[in-house]
């Protein structure tokens, strides 16, 4: 099921989360507006890749353009250390351009700013100053606006000269159309989600998201873990796991959750899991239905039982929030249990929310990217604003 548009408010209104946007910076013709937009895309010879991030913000940009303001584009690319001209923003300018139907001109630094309807301006991590939210940076690039916006939802968990430094010095500014649907719908997840609200998470380690995992623990009806991150838990409850992930902080995360019935009531594991002799597409599989792993064997997938079962749940939810793959995807014989959970975001009733690089790509791998209602560009930012962690570049924004 696919909503083109989830945010609640009503034109001119204000959001559910305080978020300052567009309308409000009222009659901006002729004015000159900063965007921050994250245009931080793979380049394949010099050229741009996959463009997804760019159309994105383009809904902001023609916004901009129809109410008469001429637009100075700011993006990072990479993580230059110093001015490394393979991380030159040039390559984007043009592409940019193409989409817009417009001459997009370029910036070379702070001091050399074209006259034009649409700027961009050189990769603003070529400025040092940028990661370290310098003031004097931030300073600079206030007096190039009349008006600032931020677009760049997925840098909105750093406080960056050119995302949160800036957005306090310029007198008039807001989140741009993307930011503003990321905010609001990954908010309303978590403030207030059709029911149940069914959280799956994976990936391969509990440690890197236990934040997240205590966050649906406490806001979810059903939390379904699967992929790496689940097998701590076995560990944890004295079953044998053979020689599965599991560390020492994914182990006591685990025991930490486990030690709290209220959450561990909410939670559900695997009960069957697909184990290999060896990392590769060649490997001898079997199903560990109940789990018991020996030595020598390592697990690599949910069972089909846990298939079936995470399924069902999934077609039964009012909003379902996916992060992680479920077994190590990228690998043919280990991605069933990734592709039923894929197949049933995309085919349930619910609202679908993913995240996260990896969950993206294998949306895309098996076709259904265009069958979730909001694919999240987010990331790390869209994983902490769950986490209810206040997030530097929205609260520049937020009254
Ligand atoms: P995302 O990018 O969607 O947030 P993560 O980066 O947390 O997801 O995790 C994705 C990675 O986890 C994938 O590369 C996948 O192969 C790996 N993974 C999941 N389950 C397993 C497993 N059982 N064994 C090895 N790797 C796994
Ligand atoms: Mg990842």
Not at 133 to 144: C, G, S, T, Y
């Amino acid at each position: 099921m696919r909503i083109d548009s989830p945010t609640t408010h009503h034109p001119g209104g204000p959001t559910i989360s305080g978020l300052r946007t567009l309308d409000s910076l009222g009659d901006i013709d002729g004015l000159r507006a900063l965007v921050r937009v994250d245009f931080n895309v793979p380049l394949a010879d010099g050229r741009v890749g996959d463009d997804t991030r760019i159309r994105q913000s383009i809904p902001t940009l023609e916004a901009l353009r129809e109410r008469g303001a001429r637009l100075l584009l700011v993006t990072h690319l990479g993580r230059p250390k110093g001015r490394e001209p393979e991380l030159s923003v040039a390559p984007l300018a043009e592409h940019l351009g193409e989409l817009l139907d417009e001459q997009v001109l370029l910036a070379p630094d702070l001091e050399h700013i074209p006259d034009g309807p649409v700027v961009m301006l050189e990769n603003i991590r070529y400025e040092p100053g940028e990661t370290e939210n310098d003031p004097a940076l931030a300073a600079r690039l206030a007096e190039l606006a009349d008006v600032y916006v931020n677009d760049a939802f997925g840098t909105a968990h750093r406080a960056h000269a050119s995302t949160e430094g800036v957005a306090h010095l310029v007198e008039r500014s807001a989140a741009g159309m993307l930011f503003e649907r990321e905010v609001e719908t990954l908010s309303a997840i978590v403030n207030d989600p059709q029911r149940p609200l069914v959280a799956v998470l994976g990936g391969a380690k509990a440690a890197d998201k236990i934040g997240v995992i205590n966050r649906f623990l406490e806001v979810a009806d059903l939390l379904l873990l699967g992929g790496g991150m689940s097998y701590p838990f076995f560990a944890a409850e004295g079953i044998a796991i053979g020689d599965s992930l599991c560390d020492a902080d994914g182990l006591e995360a685990a025991r930490a959750v486990l030690a709290n019935p209220a959450a561990a009531e909410r939670l559900r594991l695997p009960v069957d899991l697909v184990i290999a002799d060896r990392f590769s597409a060649d490997a001898q599989l079997r199903i560990a239905d109940p789990i018991d792993i020996d030595d020598g064997w390592e697990a690599i997938d949910i069972g089909p039982r846990t298939r079936e079962m995470y399924v069902n749940t999934i077609c039964e939810a009012g909003t379902v929030f996916w992060n992680g793959p479920v077994g190590a995807f990228e690998i043919e014989p280990f991605s069933h249990g990734t592709r039923a959970i894929a197949k049933a975001v995309a085919q349930t009733d619910a609202i679908t929310i993913t995240g996260g690089g990896d969950s993206i790509a294998a949306l895309s791998s098996f076709g259904l990217a265009d069958e979730v209602t909001h694919v999240s560009t987010g990331g790390g930012a869209a994983l902490e604003l769950i986490e209810g962690r206040p997030l530097p570049g929205v609260l520049a924004l937020t009254d």
